[in-house]
């Protein structure tokens, strides 16, 4: 008797320990580990910083989670940045339009009517005078058609929707004569997908741009290269470069720029940079920008095509029976398991609309 007395009381003894070393090692350390991950919730991220105790694994967790709040804060304070220095360049681009269109487009059509009107009063009496204020107006109103046009042109270009890349970036060289610019394109050029074409054309855009009012450059060289699986833009420079020697890579997993080339690109003002990084992140893409003071600065994109849009033999348009050359096509439809090739995206959006009526013409 006196022996299973001691052996209940030796299990209740070792059951006893068990439970202490249970709740001290591993229930309060997963305790504290879960009220300190419901501080975390709520937005503290120094909650982790201590340790809980207990077992090893325990601390791997914590240390685990702390490094991912950790990612997380830094996410969150990138994306801060860069959505209030796009505000921000948003917000200066709506004063330059705000400024050209008031000092130039509102001043002119004020000096027409103020013409037309000092034409009338003098219709009668003097009819030189109020001629020669009526050819004054009519030159006064085509500067003013001209100035909206390039307005137009900066906001959305007619030649890239209608002639395409390579068309669009010459006619963006021939309107900046005060800085040689040239343009060269290899490969076989085609008509490419339009968000593509749009993220490519806005890049040297803004490139050529930041090159005039930044860098002071004189001489700046646009190459295209058409991939057969992608596009390439390099804009180089012979400006004044960047304040601070800069070298910032994009990757295609379309990772955003670090915080501190944030901090570089917003405080030189280079606001449509973070919108071009943007752009070619969410097509995929790959950005790099280098810089150096005195010497220039060159840009590099590459856009990969997002499927295989090309032909790999000679093709015929079903729209406009033009034949397509491998690696010519501007895009392809998928229709009912067969995939139709187009030289334009007029014609690839007149076969979207109504594919039948396409094919039966070219059956």
Same mark, same amino acid.
């Given at each position: 008797?006196?022996s299973?007395i001691v052996?209940l009381?030796?299990?209740?003894?070792?059951?006893l320990? =068990?439970?202490?070393?249970l709740?001290?090692?591993?229930?309060?350390?997963l305790h504290?580990?879960?009220?300190?991950?419901?501080r975390?919730?709520?937005?503290?991220?120094?909650?982790l910083?201590?340790?809980?105790?207990?077992?090893?694994?325990?601390?791997?967790?914590?240390r685990?989670?702390?490094?991912?709040?950790?990612?997380l804060?830094?996410?969150?304070s990138?994306?801060?940045a860069?959505?209030?220095?796009?505000?921000?360049g948003q *917000?200066s *681009?709506?004063?330059r339009?705000?400024?050209?269109l008031?000092? %130039?487009?509102?001043?002119?059509?004020?000096?027409i009517g103020?013409s037309? %009107?000092l034409a009338r009063?003098?219709?009668?009496?003097?009819?030189?005078?109020?001629?020669?204020?009526?050819?004054?107006?009519?030159?006064q109103s085509t500067?003013?058609?001209?100035?909206?046009?390039?307005?137009?042109?900066?906001l959305?270009?007619?030649?890239?929707?209608?002639?395409?890349?390579?068309?669009?970036?010459?006619t963006?060289?021939?309107?900046?004569p005060?800085?040689?610019?040239?343009?060269?394109?290899?490969?076989?050029?085609?008509?490419?997908?339009?968000?593509l074409?749009?993220?490519? =054309?806005?890049?040297?855009q803004?490139?050529?741009?930041?090159?005039?009012?930044?860098?002071?450059?004189?001489?700046?060289?646009i190459?295209?290269?058409?991939?057969?699986?992608?596009?390439?833009?390099?804009?180089?420079?012979n400006?004044n470069?960047?304040?601070?020697?800069?070298?910032?890579?994009?990757? *295609?997993r379309?990772e955003?720029?670090?915080?501190?080339?944030?901090?570089?690109?917003?405080?030189?003002?280079?606001?449509?940079?973070?919108g071009?990084q943007e752009?070619?992140?969410?097509?995929?893409g790959?950005?790099?920008?280098?810089?150096?003071?005195?010497v220039?600065?060159?840009? %590099?994109?590459?856009?990969?095509?997002?499927?295989?849009?090309?032909?790999?033999?000679?093709?015929?348009?079903?729209?406009?029976?033009? =034949?397509?050359?491998? *690696?010519?096509?501007?895009?392809?439809?998928v229709?009912?398991g067969?995939?139709?090739y =187009?030289?334009?995206?007029?014609?690839?959006?007149?076969?979207?609309?109504d594919?039948?009526?396409?094919?039966?013409?070219?059956?």
């Open positions: 008797m006196n299973l052996i009381l030796t299990a209740f003894l070792i059951s320990v =068990f439970n202490a070393v709740f001290l090692r591993v229930l309060r350390p504290q580990l879960s009220a300190k991950a419901a975390l919730a709520e937005g503290d991220f120094a909650a910083d201590q340790s809980c105790g207990g077992l090893s694994e325990i601390d791997t967790l914590r685990s989670m702390l490094a991912m709040a950790g990612h804060q830094r996410e969150q990138q994306s801060s860069y959505a209030g220095a796009l505000t921000r *917000e *681009e709506r004063r339009l705000a400024h050209e008031h000092d %130039d487009t509102v001043q002119v059509l004020i000096a103020q037309i %009107d009063n003098f219709q009668e009496r003097d009819p030189a005078r109020a001629k020669e204020l009526l050819t004054s107006a009519r030159q500067e003013a058609v001209n100035g909206l046009r390039n307005l137009i042109a900066d959305r270009p007619p030649a890239l929707e209608e002639l395409g890349l390579t068309a669009a970036l010459e963006l060289a021939e309107r900046s005060d800085v040689h610019v040239s343009v060269t394109a290899s490969g076989r050029k085609r008509r490419l997908d339009e968000a074409e749009l993220v490519l =054309f806005r890049s040297a803004e490139a050529l741009s930041n090159a005039k009012r930044h860098g002071k450059a004189t001489e700046v060289q190459q295209v290269a058409y991939q057969p699986d992608g596009m390439s833009l390099t804009v180089r420079d400006g470069g960047i304040r601070q020697p800069l070298s910032i890579s994009v990757t *295609e379309g955003h720029l670090s915080r501190e080339a944030l901090d570089k690109l917003a405080a030189d003002g280079h606001y449509g940079l973070l071009i752009r070619v992140s969410q097509l995929n790959t950005l790099k920008l280098t810089s150096t003071p005195s220039g600065t060159t840009l %590099d994109v590459y856009i990969p095509f997002a499927t295989n849009d090309q032909p790999s033999n000679t093709v015929r348009d079903p729209v406009c029976s033009a =034949f397509i050359q491998p *690696e010519q096509a501007y895009g392809s439809v229709y009912k067969e995939t139709y =187009f030289c334009c995206p007029v014609c690839r959006g007149a076969f979207q609309r594919p039948e009526a396409y094919l039966a013409v070219s059956g």
